[in-house]
């Protein structure tokens, strides 16, 4: 399968950048979609096709996706933006998506 | 938009359950569905999807042969009939609404449920 990796945690203080990779063979060629999911509540879409947001997700979260590592960038930094964070990208080999393992944001 | 999942709970290994999926605020014949599921200390994990019109379905091979997703537009409910249960099975199932009809190389999932949990034990 098509192998994708995020760090498992990032940790930063409120106001800073918190920058979340997603690591994957030529992912730069694959539109990559992210996900924030808190605990008992449902995931949310919080970007799509690489760097567009959906309505409703504050323009301090960006996206950017080039060679081998898409970045999900989130400044300024909020006490409500700690959550679990998943990246979503297509498996060309078995031909359905497939989920980064997940970051841990802590503010 | 909203997704209200039902039909989790404890199923015996080699058991069967019976997931529903019930839609409202959106025109649900126009888009793909998909479940995804979250075992217990894991990521997210891709199960399956059926395009807008049910034509074509699509399974991760952990489940391949053993789910089986489907549709009911007239009723607004998407399905996911789980057999042949096994431990590995246990999670939070959820469903999720694409962003587009068909499912393919470039398709997001713009809406979730809250889950429902299924255990499989004896």
């Known amino acids: 399968s098509y192998d994708v990796t995020q760090p498992p945690s990032v940790s930063v203080a409120p106001g800073q950048t918190a920058r979340i990779t997603c690591s994957g063979e030529k992912i730069g060629s694959n539109s990559v979609h992210w996900y924030q999911r808190k605990p008992g509540q449902a995931p949310v879409l919080v970007m799509f096709?690489?760097?567009d947001r959906p309505s409703g997700i504050p323009v301090r979260l960006s996206g950017s996706n080039s060679g081998d590592t898409a970045t999900l960038t989130i400044s300024r930094v909020e006490a409500g933006d700690e959550a679990d964070y998943y990246c979503q990208v297509w498996d060309f080999t078995h031909g359905h998506p497939v989920f980064g393992g997940g970051t841990q944001l802590t503010v | 938009v909203d997704l209200l999942e039902s039909g989790g709970g404890l199923g015996q290994p080699g058991g069967s359950l019976r997931l529903s999926c019930s839609t409202s605020?959106?025109?649900?014949?126009?888009?793909?569905m998909t479940w995804v599921r979250q075992a217990p200390g894991k990521g997210l994990q891709w199960v399956s999807a059926i395009t807008d019109d049910g034509d074509r379905t699509f399974y991760a091979a952990s489940v391949r042969g053993r789910f089986s997703i489907s549709r009911d537009n007239s009723k607004n409910i998407l399905f996911l009939q789980m057999d042949s249960l096994r431990a590995e099975d246990t999670a939070v199932y959820f469903c999720?609404?694409?962003?587009?009809?068909?499912?393919?190389?470039?398709?997001?999932?713009?809406?979730w449920g809250l889950g429902t949990r299924v255990t499989v034990s004896s």
């Open positions: 999720a609404k694409a962003s587009e009809g068909i499912f393919g190389l470039v398709t997001a999932f713009d809406s």
């Open positions: 096709d690489d760097d």
């Open positions: 605020g959106f025109s649900f014949r126009n888009y793909a």
